[in-house]
């Protein structure tokens, strides 16, 4: 049925009538003005505006507007590592981008700490109190694996429905849209994770992407 | 506007103002000084990383400024001690990770002064020639975020990245990585670099006096440059002695205090080059030293480029993996595109630096922003901090 | 750094000299030079605790010596540690023609008591020479770990005595602003210590090398579809 109906819309367009799905416009308006919050932590942030220079030029993608307060923003590239003392303020800053929003974890530290991962004030992961939509390995990461990471997430908002159990978390009512925010402990950080989003549960919407 | 709104404005005929609406909150705010206690940072678009600035204000004008560190303290020096002498080569990358060259070159003196390693001959020379073109990157990049900050949204930037590019370029072709390159080791570099990459390079030096013009004609004479940075965030030179400022920050301010020259570390005293000094040591000034460091780069960079002889490029007496120098101590430092860069080494005898300290003149400039901004406007602090060059990893480690 | 020892006008910077000049000048001024045995040579001089401000006005206003640059400041931590050596003690031994004395090797542990330590490295912008390295050492690693601060002085010292509050514990006494700089107001510990332990983190267990929903083929992505 499904093999049919994408024929009849190629056989259509061959005709110059385009047909489309509200889902896939929809998506297909979402996934091309992406717009990441201005947000640097560390060395992964000069590849990211390496990234949005002339020569990778991000623009091709529609994600050029990086915007430099949170409740503008799409998207945030935690680029870099979250030390303990920074991780409070990076869920807030999630917190206060509204929904739909993606978070990218950019580089070994932001996954997991990296090679700063014995660092007594580095937080190992910052999928410890966000969930996170991509990860890109390295360190730092390549400008084009930034743009790979980058279509991976647009790949990922193609994919979304708009009903049904599968549908994204900006589309259910009751799925939260912000996460507690840790404190700081006389030693760590209270809480040392949140449970809701680590660690990833087999049924959690955010999928690794083949 | 009426005659009786004027007045209000100014609050200087209290009969004249109108009993309602905004112009009676407007006469409030200004008859009562209140002072304002602002948070810049950690997520500030102008705040260089993640740092922070707890700033009073009394209307626009800055009365304290208390500078706020530590959301990017990584533990550099915790790691390092627990590590070999080898394997803190890396971690310094990451310290200012604009200028991985030079902060390699910091711990490396810092490990030969402590080992007693001579470096051969064309290491050395590839070590100023490293250093001069991450000087240059830096102070390019630099010079691009500073406009950046003042308004100048983009194109200085993109100019400046657009070198920028061609010079990581390099560092990968020879390093394998565009920031991070891992590049130096005690006893003289990784690999040698090839006859093509000499060319290239080479070539690259031939045509960057020309960006360097081209950056000055678009900025020169700029009115809204001058107006922005001249007599902004004034440092006097006393204190700027006296609080350990390094770098092109201090020779902005007359003093003439290059480690290059001072120290001769490597082999600078093989090459010619002038000093860039200022006069006035404000933001306008710290701003042309970095113009001026860039041709002073570019000379060094063909001197060194004509000179560079032939031979092995790594002590072979030198053991890399489990050194163990002699127990005892030693400070190393060199002229980091940001100032003195130095780091502090105890060995205890065994593979693992007893202690290990990085001087970082990212922290130490930063003593001194309370001083420089007090009595500014909000918008002239932002100035004012992009004009000290700070990386974040460096400052905190 | 070739010659740390003489500097480039020709001033004795050598740590003998200092401390004869220190002593000289300052009455009561307690100076012990620590030696170095590596290729660097760089020796120091530990300062007492009544006279450290006196001696490093005394350094950075010397019309010779003129060190008005203080470039480094850190913390250094010695924990207590054992010392064994080896006495030969008279004891009286028992042996076949009954008690004799005899001359027995023993080991004998003892603990020497640790400290913390603030290290400065001074440098003259105006004669261009140095380094010179001045040490403050504490009465002892618990209660004792005061030291006058030397930011009146230098006023470069003021962040870097703050870290090492921060990270080792040690109150500058005299400090405007001795505050936590690089962690938490909150935080308790001071990480730098050797015998500190960092808190242990909750890791997830990994059975087969996969976070759950990441091995490959079990979850399909919605794109699959």
Sequence with gaps: ?210 | MSRDLMMDATGNDERLAPTYGAGQHRLKAERESQILEVSIGPQHPSTHGVFRMDVKLDGERVVQLKPVFGYLHRNHEKIAENGSYLAAIPYTDRLDYLCSMTNNWGYTLAVETLAGITVPERAEYIRVIMAELTRFQNHAGLVGFLLQDMGASGTPLMYAFREREKILDLFEAVSGARMMCNYLRFGGVRVDCTPEWMKETRELVGVLPRFVDEFERLLRGNEILMARTQGVGVLPRELAVNAGVTGPMLRATGVNYDIRKVDRYGIYDRFKFRVPLGEHGDVYDRYMMRVLEMRESISILEQALKEIPEGPVQDPKTKLRGLRPKAGEAYGRIESPKGELGFYLISDGTMNPYRYRVRSPCLINLTILEDMCLGQSVADVVVTLGSVDIVMGEVDR | MSAPELGAVGVDLSADALRALLVAAIEGCSVTVVENESPSGQRSLVLDHEHAVEAAIFLRDNSELRLDFCSNVTGVDWPDREVTEKVKVKKMVEGLEGATEQEVEETRKTLAPGYLEAVYHLFSMEKKHGPVILRLRTRDRAEGNHLPSLTPVWRSAEFQEREAFDLFGIVFDGHPDLRRILMWDEFADYPMRKDYVSPAEDEPVLDDGCLPGAEPGAEQGAADA
């Design chain 1, 1 to 210: 049925m499904e093999q049919e109906l994408k024929d009849l819309k190629v056989e259509l367009q061959k005709q110059g009538i385009f047909t489309t799905t509200l889902e896939e416009l929809y998506n297909w308006g979402r996934k091309n003005s992406v717009w990441p919050l201005t947000f640097g932590l560390a060395c992964c942030a000069i590849e990211m505006i390496a990234t949005s220079m002339a020569r990778y030029d991000i623009a091709r993608f529609g994600a050029e507007v990086f915007r430099p307060s949170p409740r503008q923003a799409d998207l945030m590239i935690v680029a870099g590592t979250v030390t303990k003392k920074m991780a409070p303020q990076v869920v807030r800053l999630y917190n206060q981008m509204p929904e739909p929003k993606y978070v990218i974890a950019m580089g070994a530290c932001a996954i997991s700490g990296g090679p700063f991962r014995d660092g007594y004030n580095v937080l190992k992961g910052i999928d410890r109190y966000v969930p996170v939509d991509v990860h890109i390995p390295g360190c730092p990461p390549r400008p084009e694996a930034l743009l790979h990471a980058f279509m991976t997430l647009q790949k990922k908002i193609d994919a979304q429905q708009l009903r049904g159990e599968g549908r994204p978390r900006h589309l259910k009512a009751d799925a939260p849209s912000e996460y507690p925010v840790p404190g700081y402990g006389a030693h760590n950080l209270e809480p040392m994770h949140n449970d809701d989003v680590f660690p990833p549960k087999p049924e959690s919407p955010f999928k690794v992407l083949p």
